[in-house]
């Protein structure tokens, strides 16, 4: 009786331990299919989000620099509105238009003493700065007035030169590639040799 109790026993074992095995199995598999389904869920994810920004981004146009550069120098600030940056026309003007007043504000001053000055070389006291300004202090003032003249002119000339590069740099960065199938990123990792930290830098490059 206990021999057949045992055989029993045993039978009964090997008949549960195969159903106990087939059910962690299935489990693993099930699990599995779900985490491969997961996984081509998020690949396919990441294909769309990429050829989506692929998409949208705006073809390169190697002449757009050229075309800025060229239209800032035909017309000041014409440049930045070909790059639809409008508010920089503003500030342009500005800075061009500054330098135009000084420009002729000390033109219009120099003419003054060099007509006084004319005037009593030829002999005459009737000019505004007679008594108050000497025939030297008239010809000081002229020399002063010409050389604010020519700094006038050329920081004119010069933020005029400016225009024409901002308009082409600008236009040379709307077209640098920001891409994030390009990308930098710091990393932390942990080294398993020396169980100490290791920073970074991750260049991720996608095709």
């Not at 962690?24 to 299919?33: G, I, M, P």
């Not at 500030?91 to 003419?111: H, K, M, S, T």
Request: overall charge neutral.
């Amino acid at each position: 009786m206990t021999s057949r109790l045992f055989i029993i026993i045993i039978l009964f074992c090997f008949s549960v331990i195969p159903v106990c095995f087939s059910q962690e199995n299935d489990e693993e598999k099930t699990e599995e299919q779900q985490n491969v389904r997961k996984s081509k869920s998020y690949i396919d994810t990441e294909d769309l989000v990429v050829e989506q920004a692929a998409m949208d981004k705006k073809p390169i146009d190697p002449l757009a620099p050229s075309k800025a550069a060229f239209y800032s120098a035909i017309l000041p600030g014409l440049g930045q509105a070909y790059n639809k940056k409008y508010w920089k026309i503003p500030i342009v003007y500005a800075f061009i238009g500054g330098g135009l007043y000084f420009y002729f504000d000390n033109d219009r001053e120099y003419d003054r003493y060099r007509d006084a000055y004319k005037s009593r070389l030829a002999g005459y006291t009737t000019d505004e700065f007679y008594g108050v300004v000497t025939d030297d202090g008239l010809v000081r003032a002229q020399k002063t007035l010409r050389r604010n003249k020519e700094i006038s002119l050329l920081v004119t000339l010069g933020f005029y030169v400016l225009n024409i590069i901002e308009a082409n740099v600008n236009a040379h960065l709307m077209q640098f590639n920001v891409d994030d199938a390009l990308t930098v990123r710091p990393h932390y990792k942990i080294n398993d040799l020396n169980n100490k930290g290791d920073v970074g830098l991750t260049l991720n490059f996608k095709f």
